[in-house]
């Protein structure tokens, strides 16, 4: 489902390129870039910011799907271009990323989790976390 609505999301909307997302989780304001033991904020806040009161709309790429024109590849040598790229809005449970044995543990727990495995299958692509409760 998911694939088959970022390919309805290229096709309509007109886009080379299409990433999946989905609401980070962490607060963007207290996320840092750390370079040789120093650190910088990602996001500068005015003041102490919570997630649930942060207006902005930030998004993490979860890499479930990629999508590209084959012509666009060949000629940007890249999957997507910032400011170009279509942002297709997932449910965060299906674009678990997996890259450490860990990652698998927590997501087969999920995937077993009975208040779960309905969402798993939902047609809601817009679920926010603060739905998640």
């Given at each position: 489902?998911?694939i088959?609505?970022a390919w309805?999301?290229?096709?309509?909307?007109?886009?080379?390129?299409?990433?999946?997302?989905h609401e980070?989780?962490?607060?963007?304001y207290e996320?840092?870039?750390e370079?040789k033991?120093?650190?910088k904020?990602?996001?500068?806040?005015?003041?102490a910011v919570?997630r649930q009161d942060?207006?902005d709309?930030?998004?993490?790429?979860n890499?479930?799907?990629?999508?590209?024109?084959?012509?666009?590849?060949?000629r940007?040598?890249?999957?997507?271009r910032?400011?170009?790229?279509?942002l297709?809005?997932?449910?965060?449970?299906?674009g678990?990323d997996i890259?450490?044995?860990?990652d698998?543990?927590?997501?087969q727990?999920?995937v077993?989790?009975?208040?779960f495995?309905?969402?798993?299958y939902?047609?809601?692509?817009h679920?926010?976390?603060?739905?998640?409760?």
């Amino acid at each position: 489902e998911d694939i088959e609505g970022a390919w309805g999301m290229m096709q309509e909307g007109g886009y080379d390129t299409v990433v999946s997302v989905h609401e980070m989780r962490e607060s963007p304001y207290e996320c840092v870039r750390e370079n040789k033991n120093v650190y910088k904020m990602l996001v500068k806040a005015n003041g102490a910011v919570r997630r649930q009161d942060y207006q902005d709309n930030f998004f993490f790429i979860n890499g479930a799907v990629y999508m590209a024109k084959t012509d666009f590849v060949r000629r940007e040598k890249v999957l997507f271009r910032e400011g170009e790229t279509g942002l297709f809005h997932m449910d965060p449970l299906h674009g678990i990323d997996i890259d450490l044995p860990g990652d698998l543990l927590m997501a087969q727990a999920l995937v077993d989790h009975p208040e779960f495995v309905d969402r798993l299958y939902a047609k809601d692509h817009h679920v926010h976390l603060n739905d998640l409760s």
